[in-house]
């Protein structure tokens, strides 16, 4: 799956505090003058500035995520409808039907193939201990770092059982207003993946899920805004309105259709749908940079929600007929 690169879709958005976040930095520094808890901080634009590491952006998208397909299909795997999606709990899964024993009873991994096919919905997007992500988030830097507040706040800890404080008081850094701008690359993806993305974002924008520190006090609400979102076929080019595969004579699609990675497959191992297609979407497929591949190119927020809308739909086709993702 991997050796292959059919389709990438890159969405552009910033983050915007609905409130105060923070992501703590993970220790505590030797200088007495700044609070217990700090928010995690680089170099930026010559000066040292805040930011929302990816990896923390992934692993709440991720949690997310499972908690949707889990909501609309199962949490374990059902031999009797082997089509419905399901996520697996990560921390706690060993991932023992991903092996087989061979002939001196040692464990092995199955083929790439059936690694990928046995593992549940979100493991195929986000990767697992055998198979690798496909989904990569950029760390979100501010885009006015002069726009950047800060403030310090006090807090304790309650004991549940006296009523009095168990630790504390303590300060901790929060970020209350800034815009942070960042991006989702997802490869070889399926127009179902890419809908469950758009789900998370949305539910990420409502309040429905927060980032870092203390979500259950009211910490860690964003505003998701979106600025473009671009979808590339690097194996294609466009001819007459219509897309094709290099020195291919029959069309691939409308070059205002959307693909999934199962459209370009012919042998099709990994068991990608097809079809995989939403048709007429308001973009037409342009030639890439240095005239090789193709791309399609939402502009503003109205056209990048209705590049999730199309894509949901996929999504929903997926839950309704129970086609493979």
């Not at 991994?109 to 997007?125: E, F, G, H, R, V």
């Not at 300060?171 to 942070?180: A, I, K, L, N, R």
Request: overall charge neutral; proline content about 6%; some cysteine.
């Amino acid at each position: 799956m991997h050796k292959l690169l059919v389709n990438h879709c890159t969405l552009d958005f910033t983050l915007i505090p609905d409130g105060p976040i923070l992501i703590k930095s993970g220790r505590q520094g030797a200088d007495p003058t700044k609070p217990d808890m700090e928010f995690v901080e680089t170099y930026y634009q010559g000066k040292r500035s805040i930011y929302l590491p990816g990896s923390s952006l992934k692993g709440a998208i991720r949690a997310h995520a499972e908690r949707i397909v889990r909501t609309v299909g199962k949490e374990k795997f059902d031999s009797t409808n082997p089509n419905v999606p399901w996520a697996n709990n990560p921390l706690k899964d060993e991932h023992d039907y991903l092996y087989f024993k061979d002939k001196d009873n040692h464990k092995k991994p199955l083929p790439p193939p059936d690694i990928y096919k046995k593992s549940c919905l979100t493991d195929q997007m986000f990767g697992n201990t055998l198979i690798a992500s496909r989904i990569r988030i950029e760390d979100a830097y501010p885009v006015n770092v002069q726009q950047v507040k800060v403030e310090e706040r006090n807090g304790v800890a309650i004991d549940r059982v006296f009523g009095s404080v168990a630790v504390g008081p303590f300060d901790y850094q929060v970020c209350t207003s800034g815009e942070f701008h960042t991006k989702i690359h997802l490869k070889n993806f399926t127009l179902a993946q890419l809908g469950l993305i758009g789900l998370v974002l949305r539910d990420l924008h409502e309040g429905w899920f927060g980032l870092g520190f203390a979500k259950s006090r009211g910490l860690g609400t964003v505003r998701v805004k979106y600025n473009s979102a671009v979808i590339q076929y690097p194996g294609c080019e466009v001819r007459d309105k219509q897309i094709y595969s290099f020195a291919s004579q029959q069309p691939l699609c409308s070059y205002t259709d959307i693909l999934g990675a199962g459209e370009f497959l012919t042998d099709n191992e990994y068991g990608f749908p097809k079809p995989d297609r939403q048709n007429d979407t308001p973009v037409g497929a342009k030639p890439m940079e240095l005239g090789f591949g193709v791309q399609q190119t939402w502009t503003n927020e109205e056209q990048v929600k209705d590049l999730f809308r199309r894509t949901v739909q996929s999504w929903s086709q997926l839950l309704r007929g129970g086609t493979a993702a």
